[in-house]
């Protein structure tokens, strides 16, 4: 097998996906209609309500939902042979992610670019809302605090990589003004792209001076920093800081996986791994679990992402500019993250399995695989970098891209700087995430809480703004600063993939209501049936031979109150649900069809 057949064939089939599926979500089933004024022209406050072109809106939603996941998750999952990835991600993500991310952000525009929770709220029920609501807080404290861990392993100790990423903020600054007065949105990008493209050519040299001494960080530094920038992209305008810095990484980003793309035309790289290994039943040094239910909790983002729901139902909604906007926007960003991670795992089972087994195992752990190393010096050597046991999937996708690289004849003396730039790119890939997140956090804290302390409520507030966004960065900051990537990242997996079946079961609410065919319901029933069940293997699973089982390294007790509070959690909506779509299916079609619209009058 070689690369060049798994990448035409996957963009072929999401190209006709989109298509075809994309077309028939839009015109048949939610039946998008463009004279309808969107939640961002009726509400337009300036702030969060501001109509935006689809194409800055497409690369804010594309870069705030495409986080650690699409990187991270395929380069663990590799562990169980090539196969599994790559299946799971073309079907999880042509059945499930595009038809959920599509739904939620569809659901929530039609009430008023409203939260998830309070959607939930008024389509299912107040039972429904709260339990979400209280799911969502969970999620979203735990997500952050998991891509901010992998951001921290990124920038720890690397000048380079925390300048250039620390620019891009007055960039986009510069770049939200510009545009903001003078409505010249071309020039803007331009400039502002050839900025951050100076910054990066510029990064190596600040390495050794007093300055690049003082952007050496540590973990603890890193850890307290992190919090306090999410904290102004969540309470500055939208389009002062967060819409333009994540427009103009949407560029790096695509630009980068292009790049990828276009290395492995000319490379032409081997698949060095077999479709299945040993690990299909379980007892990997990677993933402890078994191929099923992990391959679908490991790879997210990519397939079907819950945290996408946050985006979805968070500032997305509140941006779009026209309905129909809503197929390029979701369910084509769902698509491009596909790929995205499909080149990642591309570039983690191009290497050789015991190089790659040795980068993501301990040294402890590796020794008792019976395995040996083939390329890892030689790799460790043109970075410049110690290789073995730096888990976490970061350093296997800077290797691994970096091998793709350095293997085309005019880039083979640059392996350091292509290993530098990539971490430096996973490291805006993720903080992306984070200050979207951030200030869907912020949403939900005020929508949840508000209703307990009334002026939290206001969303037109500005201190009611500025204490739900502090609120939200002390929470995922305490367990950033006081966790691991061990510790959390492993209970993200579980909560993520139970938030995108909340979202599931709210698209299937709203389908059944607004569609003309009951059967239009199975877009979102088939891929919930699926998730959901996977979702309690495994947490039961986890909770059992991991979180509570004091003999395992990953014994917490913390971990597993969560997990299985967040399980009965999911429980309880789902019982709910499946109650409301009883006593909505009693209704004539027609008759409900009409209701809704008035519901939303």
């Known amino acids: 097998m070689n690369a060049i057949t798994i990448v035409i064939a996957s963009i072929c089939i999401l190209l006709i996906v989109y298509r075809l599926y994309g077309t028939f979500m ?20 300036g702030r969060d309500y501001v109509p935006t072109n689809k194409w800055v809106v497409f690369g804010h939603h594309f870069a705030a939902i495409a986080a650690a996941g699409p990187l991270v998750g395929p380069i663990l999952a590799a562990q169980f042979g090539y196969l599994p990835g790559l299946i799971w991600l073309l079907v999880g993500a042509v059945i499930g992610g595009a038809v959920h991310d599509m739904v939620v952000l569809f659901a929530s525009m039609r009430r008023d670019g409203k939260s998830l929770s309070e959607v939930a709220k008024e389509e299912l029920g107040p039972v429904a809302g709260f339990c979400t609501g209280l799911a969502m ?31 891009t903020i007055p960039i986009a600054m510069g770049v939200g003004l510009y545009h903001k007065k003078t409505g010249n949105l071309k020039l803007a990008t331009i400039v502002g792209f050839a900025l951050i493209m100076v910054a990066i050519i510029l990064g190596p040299n600040i390495q050794g001076t007093w300055f690049g001494d ?13 919090p306090i920038y999410a904290f102004f992209a969540a309470a500055l305008p939208v389009w002062l800081l967060l819409a333009p810095r994540d427009y103009l990484s949407t560029f790096m980003k695509i630009g980068v996986f292009a790049a990828l793309i276009i290395g492995v035309f000319i490379v032409n790289p081997d698949v060095q791994f077999p479709a299945f290994t040993e690990f299909l039943n379980g007892g990997g040094p990677v993933i402890a679990g078994p191929v099923w239910p992990f391959i679908s909790i490991t790879i997210a983002c990519g397939a079907i992402s819950g945290f996408h729901a946050f985006v979805g139902s968070g500032t997305t909604p509140k941006m779009v500019n026209r309905w129909s906007d809503i197929k390029g926007v979701a369910f084509g960003a769902m698509l491009v993250e596909c790929l995205v991670a499909i080149m990642a795992l591309i570039a983690a089972v191009s290497l050789q399995p015991g190089d790659y087994f040795a980068i993501n195992s301990t040294p402890e752990k590796f020794a008792t695989l019976g395995m040996e ?3 890892l010096d030689e790799l460790g050597k043109e970075v410049g970098m110690d290789l073995e046991g730096r888990t976490g999937g970061a350093v296997t996708l800077a290797v691994g891209m970096t091998y ?15 290993y530098q730039f990539v971490i430096l790119f996973e490291a805006v890939f993720i903080l992306t995430a984070i200050d979207s997140g ?27 703004n500025i204490v739900a966004s502090a609120l939200a960065c002390f929470v995922w900051g305490y367990l950033l600063f006081s966790g691991d990537i061990s510790s959390v990242w492993a209970l993200f997996g579980v909560s993520n993939q139970l938030m995108a079946s909340i979202g599931l079961i709210v698209g299937a609410t ?37 979180y509570l089982n004091a003999a395992n390294p990953g014994y917490n007790v913390l971990n597993g109150i969560l997990s299985i509070v967040m399980l009965i ?33």
């Not at 735990?142 to 250039?164: D, K, Q």
């Open 26 to 45: 839009a015109a048949k089933v939610l039946r998008l209609n463009d004279s309808k004024p969107t939640p961002a022209q009726k509400l337009e406050d």
């Open 137 to 167: 807080l969970f999620i979203i404290t735990i997500t952050m605090a998991g891509l901010s861990m992998v951001v921290l392993g990124a920038l720890e100790r690397n000048p380079w990589g925390t300048f250039a990423v620390g620019i």
């Open 214 to 226: 003082l952007l050496t960080l540590e973990k603890s530094t890193l850890a307290l920093i992190l």
């Open 373 to 375: 190393t083939v390329h």
């Open 404 to 418: 793709i690289f350095a293997a085309v004849p005019i880039f083979e003396k640059l392996a350091s700087y292509f």
């Open 438 to 464: 951030t200030r869907v956090a912020r949403y939900l804290i005020q929508d949840f809480l508000g209703d307990f302390i009334k002026p939290l409520k206001r969303t037109d507030s500005i201190g009611a």
């Open 510 to 546: 709203v389908v059944l209501k607004i569609a003309e065919k009951r059967w239009y319901m199975l877009t979102c029933l088939i891929p919930l049936a699926y998730l959901f069940v996977t979702v309690m293997v495994a947490g039961y699973w986890m909770v059992k031979n991991v």
């Open 569 to 601: 959690l999911g429980i309880v909506i789902m019982v709910t649900s499946i109650a409301k779509w009883i006593k909505l299916w009693k209704i004539p079609q027609d008759v409900l069809v009409k209701n809704s619209e008035q519901e939303v009058a």
